[in-house]
């Protein structure tokens, strides 16, 4: 079973600032927060992972609530190209087990 | 970026017969890959892992004599689907973890799919 929860759906404009957020309310201590994104027939794009600390690449920014049981997905400028199922995993931080479960995702659409 | 590459991209053949689909790692070396695959309008579901030199180890549900991998080299795995039926039909991914760690240690790069329709 997936570890997380995030909408189906959203919508966002172009140029604008999307925001998706994730629930993973049972997450343990070694588990980190990845994103990964796929966009229509293609495989998917890893994004951002982090532990606890909000963390930013070219990409994106990674916000995690102090309790981290929840984090937001910041993509700041979002283009037409950004439309794809952005899809929030809670993984091991290693081990034997470097297995990705995915979940339903969030469908972002970015409409001009 | 790590590259991951599959061939072929597409594959469409007849009832019965066998389909080969390669996961390639284009500049670095995979000691593991995982296959996936992905029916229309859901999510991936993992297959079975891949490590080279030793047996892939199969999720839940899947079976490994219908579904064949090798896995021979640090840079290639093969997923075999023998006897395909028209439900195999689907997306098949793979995705190779490089043990150097371009992005960090544990990251996992995905290729572009192959899409097999089994008619």
């Known amino acids: 079973d997936a570890k997380t929860t995030q909408p189906t759906s959203m919508d966002c404009a172009e140029g604008r600032a999307a925001n998706l957020p994730c629930n993973h309310s049972?997450?343990?201590?070694?588990?980190?927060v990845y994103w990964y994104r796929q966009i229509h027939s293609q495989g998917p794009q890893y994004i951002i992972h982090g532990l606890k600390n909000n963390e930013t690449n070219e990409m994106a920014s990674l916000i995690i609530t102090e309790d981290r049981k929840s984090s937001t997905l910041i993509l700041p400028h979002a283009t037409l190209r950004d439309t794809a199922v952005y899809y929030c995993?809670?993984?091991?931080?290693?081990?034997?087990?470097?297995?990705?479960?995915f979940g339903k995702g969030t469908l972002l659409t970015v409409n001009p | 970026g790590a590259v991951v590459s599959q061939h072929p991209s597409r594959v469409i053949c007849k009832s019965g017969t066998s389909v080969k689909i390669e996961c390639r790692s284009l500049?670095?070396?995979?000691?593991?890959m995982f296959w996936y695959r992905q029916f229309p309008k859901q999510s991936l579901m993992l297959m079975a892992t891949?490590?080279?030199?030793?047996?892939?180890?199969?999720e839940q549900g899947v079976e490994k004599d219908k579904f064949l991998i090798n896995h021979a080299s640090l840079t290639l795995s093969t997923l075999t689907v023998t006897s395909a039926h028209p439900e195999d039909s689907s997306f098949y991914i793979c995705?190779?973890?490089?043990?150097?760690?371009?992005?960090?240690?544990?990251?996992?790069?995905f290729g572009p799919g192959t899409r097999l329709t089994v008619l």
């Open positions: 049972t997450i343990s201590g070694n588990e980190y």
């Open positions: 500049d670095f070396q995979a000691t593991t």
């Open positions: 891949s490590n080279e030199g030793s047996k892939a180890t199969y």
């Open positions: 995705s190779a973890r490089d043990i150097f760690g371009r992005v960090s240690y544990n990251e996992q790069f």
């Open positions: 995993i809670v993984r091991d931080s290693g081990g034997s087990n470097y297995k990705l479960t």
